[in-house]
């Protein structure tokens, strides 16, 4: 086996609002991700296959860094993510009320860039840039 840690000049983040409960934060990150994983088919390796030969669907190669952060810095973390051209999906407030990706996309296009109520965001892009995009966040814990 290769002991050789693997590094990545990508970074695969998801930010959330502070303010979320568990339920929130947990469903956020799952669709946040779900674009990543959509657009970038480099980002998922091969399926898993445990010791019987049960084979089980793909996950990313590289970790999934999750950060909390305020309502405020959300807003910046989208505008910093913005003007650096850094692929993102959004999750907003009012996604919670909806259940469908119809009417999910009809909810986020009714809303100006600079009013959309964001709970989360999800990064994907070089490593250095998405650190930028997320000064002042804090880890999840």
Known sequence: MDEETIRFDTKIAVLLRDDLAVWQRLNVTAFLVSGIAGTHPEVVGEPYEDADGT????????????????????????????????????????????????????????????????????????????DKVLKGARMHH
Do not use: C, W
Request: glycine share 8%; no cysteine; charged share 25%.
């Open 55 to 130: 084979r089980y669907l793909p996950m990313f190669r590289q970790p999934v860094l999750v950060f909390e952060g305020s309502k405020e810095l959300m807003g910046t973390a989208h505008e910093r993510a913005l003007r650096r051209e850094i692929e993102h999906a959004v999750f907003t407030q009012e996604l919670f009320a909806t259940g469908n990706d119809r009417d999910n996309r009809a909810a986020v296009k009714a809303v100006p860039t600079g009013e959309l109520d964001l709970v989360g965001i999800a990064l994907y892009g070089p490593k250095n840039a998405v």
